[in-house]
């Protein structure tokens, strides 16, 4: 039975990575940061107390800023894979804290890396990249291009980036970059722009809510089903060789066009109800983001199932039925057509039955 370690496995890319693992028969772990309150929401529906025989799913209490506890943790459980998913990874909030966000999400890496280094733990890792790094790189984008970027957590993504790369040619580890474009989901933290505006729709409807702020409305962006693209992260560590991966659709949509066609699409105008705040505008913006995924198609065989539109439909969908109202219902068609499981298209509970 391979072993797994996740960091932010409690995050949208974490949760549905460790479906994915567990139905693959790993044992899977888990770090988590320690909190008053639980953040388990999106594992719930995996996790069986470690008392009960058969448990494959451990959660450990941790840091990405406590190098001892990332030491000792990868030391005892002997991970064959490391997925490095854990940040701070809210771009515009990183321009407010920007040290904590070279602490978390650069230093991190380097912290991981250096304990596989020096615990001698045979483990592939896996780096969560961005297409953040980009930044001002003329479109489309792939492994080749120039890295710009344009803000603290795109800076801190580009240090990490190197650093892996690095420890892969200077210390002979096998690891990856998964170059990963703005993937999305039920499960996408209810702060990024995609997830607020699905919730504000509920909201209205529900009548909790009238108006809905907004910053950049025309910012473009490359939309996919995280699912997805979670996917593909497992099969790059598959691979004979280490190497870096983009993973996009190729195409690209202005957050104007993602409010267009969800509030449509629930039968609303969303002119009625936008409002411009500048506050969340961010000092220096990236405009166009759209991936050039020809390499993780041919070398992975990865090809992107749900496009833009569908990707919409099942975000809403979900926050509807979350609110307790009665939603277009086009996700769970939408999902059974693609392949995917229709268990319960609601927030946090759609398993995903993987590419092959």
Known sequence: MKKALITGITGQDGSYLAEILLAKDYEVHGLIRRSSSFSTSRIDHLYVDFHQAGARLFLHYGDLTDSGQLTNLIYHIEPDEIYHLGAQSHVRLSFDMPEYTGDVTALGTTRILEAVRRSGVKARFYQASSSEMFGAAPPPQSETTRLQPRSPYAAAKAYAYWMAVNYREGYGLYAVNGILF????????????????????????????????????????????????????????????????????????????????SFEYAGLDWREHVR?????????????????????????????????????????????????????????????????????????????????
């Open 276 to 356: 411009i705040d500048e506050r969340y505008f961010r000092p220096t913006e990236v405009e166009v983001l759209v991936a050039d995924s020809s390499k993780a198609r041919k070398a992975l065989g990865w090809n992107p199932k749900i496009c833009f539109k569908e990707l919409v439909r099942i975000m809403v969908d979900a926050d509807l039925e979350a609110a307790g109202l009665t939603p277009p219902g086009e996700a769970r068609a939408i999902l059974a057509g693609k392949g995917f499981s229709t268990r319960d298209t609601a927030l946090c509970s759609h398993t995903f039955t993987g590419m092959e």
């Open 182 to 261: 703005n993937h999305e989901s039920p499960r996408r933290g209810q702060t990024f722009v995609t997830r607020k505006i699905t919730r504000a729709i509920a909201d209205i409807q529900a009548g909790k809510q009238q108006h809905l702020y907004l910053g950049n409305l025309k910012a473009r962006r490359d939309w996919g089903y995280a699912p997805e693209y979670v996917d593909a992260m497992w099969h790059m560590l598959q691979q004979d060789k280490p190497d870096d991966y983009a993973i996009g659709t190729g195409e690209t949509h202005s957050v104007e066009e993602f409010l267009q066609e």
